[in-house]
């Protein structure tokens, strides 16, 4: 269950993040609507994958996820843009996951 958990987060990241990063860039950096269009896709998808959390409780899901976002943020950041993370990015990415550890996998 842990496993399904954290790719359905790994998943849910790369739509919300890929879907913010192309409307960001049709707009910001006016690669037009097609790029645009393309993020609302990868968004809305992303409104899906939570669904599929093995955990029904959506504010703890929606909650840890929240920590996911940051430190995944952060790594598209790398990958995509060579943004360079300083200590306290990193940091703040572990204490984050450390979160999403005990909201979603601390015994019940």
């Known amino acids: 269950m842990v496993v399904k958990?954290?790719?359905?987060?790994?998943l849910a990241a790369i739509l919300e993040i890929g879907g913010a990063w192309l409307v960001w860039q049709g707009v910001r950096e006016?690669?037009?609507?097609?790029?645009?269009?393309?993020?609302?896709?990868?968004?809305?998808?992303y409104g899906f994958v939570a669904a599929f959390q093995p955990d029904a409780h959506f504010g703890r899901v929606l909650a840890a996820y929240g920590g996911v976002f940051v430190a995944g943020s952060l790594l598209w950041g790398v990958v995509a843009?060579?943004?360079?993370?300083?200590?306290?990015?990193?940091?703040?990415a572990?204490?984050?996951?450390?979160?999403?550890?005990?909201?979603?996998?601390?015994?019940r």
């Open 30 to 45: 006016h690669r037009g609507l097609t790029w645009v269009g393309a993020g609302v896709i990868a968004l809305g998808a």
């Open 5 to 10: 958990s954290a790719l359905l987060f790994v």
């Open 81 to 92: 843009d060579g943004f360079r993370p300083d200590r306290w990015d990193i940091t703040g």
């Open 94 to 107: 572990a204490v984050c996951l450390a979160g999403v550890g005990l909201i979603m996998y601390a015994p």
